[in-house]
């Protein structure tokens, strides 16, 4: 029997996140998951992202934790141009092995 990638079935997002976190920095989230299984990362079920801003060259600069849990992972990805930063969120995306979901911690 094939085994399922993690994060690889349909995606949804929770209307918390929709109302926090702007689309394209949504989709930004999802390629980094993308992008780390393509380099062969074994990922964990739930991926969590926390999202900041940073000051570079007098220009604020979204800045993306994404850790997880089994194994211990962790890596930090900064990304100019985004238009409207999300500062101070956490957005936690769980393949429930039928589905895929990012949600906020409290909507959970």
């Given at each position: 029997?094939?085994t399922?990638?993690l994060?690889?079935?349909?995606?949804y997002?929770t209307r918390?996140?929709?109302?926090?976190v702007?689309?394209?920095?949504?989709l930004?989230?999802?390629?980094?998951l993308?992008?780390?299984?393509?380099?062969?990362?074994?990922?964990?079920?739930?991926?969590?992202?926390?999202?900041?801003?940073e000051?570079v060259?007098?220009?604020?600069?979204q800045?993306?934790?994404?850790?997880?849990?089994q194994?211990f992972?962790?890596?930090v990805?900064?990304?100019?141009?985004?238009?409207?930063l999300a500062?101070?969120?956490?957005?936690?995306?769980?393949?429930s092995g039928?589905?895929s979901?990012?949600?906020?911690?409290?909507e959970?």
């Amino acid at each position: 029997m094939e085994t399922r990638k993690l994060f690889s079935s349909d995606r949804y997002v929770t209307r918390g996140v929709h109302e926090v976190v702007p689309f394209e920095l949504q989709l930004l989230l999802w390629s980094i998951l993308e992008k780390r299984q393509v380099r062969g990362e074994q990922l964990d079920y739930l991926q969590v992202f926390e999202l900041s801003a940073e000051w570079v060259d007098g220009e604020p600069v979204q800045k993306v934790v994404n850790r997880q849990e089994q194994p211990f992972q962790q890596e930090v990805f900064y990304v100019d141009h985004i238009e409207n930063l999300a500062i101070g969120v956490t957005v936690w995306i769980i393949d429930s092995g039928e589905y895929s979901t990012a949600i906020l911690p409290e909507e959970y």
